[in-house]
């Protein structure tokens, strides 16, 4: 049975990860919504993946909507405190007890097993019967800006705060790696969000951009809803096939000078089953147009 002093202990724990969590969002959002949309706004307008604004309304809704998954988050990091008092977590506090080696090779597993974690809880929540209860919210940003990298349903809040129950209940985490890997999933997130393409015109060409994600990767995502369902690399939409068709014209074009049109402009939130992906007429359809 939980004491009140134990819940003392739990209501400190989850303000103070909220504070944290929201520190960092605020911080790495406002910085780079900073340096895109106000002092570079024309200078790299060029780059933007989508040539849809956002609205005031928009920003609003995303940042409320950040807001609200930031207090979820702080509920699911006291919950595993509470795990962690009655031992059933592999979190650890001494810093050498596994080795400084593991102590900085944790942080890169924790990456590995997000990303797996992410494309295959992402996809689901594609499904006909999920969609609108878990994923419907997060794209209401059909043209995303960087305070959309937490605009989810609580529903939604709930499975992307489900990665760090997975990691402490599965390999030996200490608190400063699991803040180092958190700040990363907050940079990418909010950097994949931007709408303005970061990397230079050859970067899928070259051995690292086999691997990692852009920011057009992400912005065809919401702007198609369907493919590129991956978040740091691009492992697992090569392996299933998922790659959305446009993406590497959609990447060339984002970089090569020319602003980007919306192909097929959405006027409503999309919601159900989404339509087929039509590939090329070179390319054989792949399960980029299924669920």
């Given at each position: 049975m939980i004491t009140t002093e134990q819940l003392?202990?739990?209501?400190?724990?989850?303000?103070?990860?909220?504070?944290?969590?929201?520190?960092?969002?605020?911080?790495?959002?406002f910085a780079v919504w900073l340096f895109f949309y106000v002092l570079f706004r024309n200078?790299?307008?060029?780059?933007?993946?989508?040539?849809?604004?956002?609205?005031s309304r928009q920003i609003a809704r995303e940042i409320a909507f950040s807001l609200r998954s930031i207090a979820i988050y702080g509920l699911v990091t006291a919950a595993v405190v509470y795990a962690r008092m009655h031992g059933w977590t592999l979190l650890y506090l001494e810093p050498g007890k596994f080795g400084w080696l593991w102590l900085f090779s944790s942080v890169l597993v924790m990456v590995v097993i997000h990303d797996a974690y992410f494309y295959w809880t992402?996809?689901?929540?594609?499904?006909?019967?999920?969609?609108?209860?878990?994923?419907?919210?997060?794209?209401?940003?059909?043209?995303?800006?960087?305070?959309?990298?937490?605009?989810?349903s609580p529903a939604e809040a709930l499975v992307q705060a489900g990665i760090g129950p997975l990691i402490v209940f599965t390999i030996p985490s200490?608190?400063?790696?699991?803040?180092?890997?958190?700040?990363?999933?907050?940079?990418?997130?909010?950097?994949g969000h931007c709408g303005y393409e970061v990397w230079p015109n050859w970067f899928l060409r070259s051995p690292l951009g086999k691997i990692l994600n852009t920011v057009t990767h992400h912005g065809l995502h919401h702007e198609k809803f369907r493919g590129?369902?991956?978040?740091?690399?691009?492992?697992?939409?090569?392996?299933?096939?998922?790659?959305?068709?446009?993406?590497?014209?959609?990447?060339e074009l984002a970089t090569g000078g020319v602003a980007t049109p919306i192909s097929t402009p959405?006027?409503?939130?999309?919601?159900?089953?989404?339509?087929?992906?039509?590939?090329?007429?070179?390319q054989p359809e792949t399960a980029t147009s299924r669920v």
């Amino acid at each position: 049975m939980i004491t009140t002093e134990q819940l003392q202990r739990l209501f400190q724990v989850m303000v103070a990860a909220s504070l944290g969590e929201l520190f960092w969002y605020a911080v790495l959002a406002f910085a780079v919504w900073l340096f895109f949309y106000v002092l570079f706004r024309n200078a790299l307008r060029w780059r933007k993946i989508s040539t849809q604004d956002a609205t005031s309304r928009q920003i609003a809704r995303e940042i409320a909507f950040s807001l609200r998954s930031i207090a979820i988050y702080g509920l699911v990091t006291a919950a595993v405190v509470y795990a962690r008092m009655h031992g059933w977590t592999l979190l650890y506090l001494e810093p050498g007890k596994f080795g400084w080696l593991w102590l900085f090779s944790s942080v890169l597993v924790m990456v590995v097993i997000h990303d797996a974690y992410f494309y295959w809880t992402h996809r689901l929540m594609h499904h006909k019967r999920l969609y609108r209860f878990f994923h419907r919210t997060h794209h209401l940003s059909t043209s995303p800006t960087p305070w959309a990298a937490y605009a989810f349903s609580p529903a939604e809040a709930l499975v992307q705060a489900g990665i760090g129950p997975l990691i402490v209940f599965t390999i030996p985490s200490h608190p400063a790696a699991f803040g180092i890997f958190m700040i990363w999933q907050i940079g990418f997130n909010v950097v994949g969000h931007c709408g303005y393409e970061v990397w230079p015109n050859w970067f899928l060409r070259s051995p690292l951009g086999k691997i990692l994600n852009t920011v057009t990767h992400h912005g065809l995502h919401h702007e198609k809803f369907r493919g590129n369902y991956g978040l740091y690399f691009n492992f697992w939409d090569r392996v299933m096939g998922t790659n959305h068709p446009q993406y590497v014209p959609r990447f060339e074009l984002a970089t090569g000078g020319v602003a980007t049109p919306i192909s097929t402009p959405v006027s409503a939130p999309h919601f159900g089953p989404s339509p087929p992906v039509m590939p090329t007429p070179s390319q054989p359809e792949t399960a980029t147009s299924r669920v």
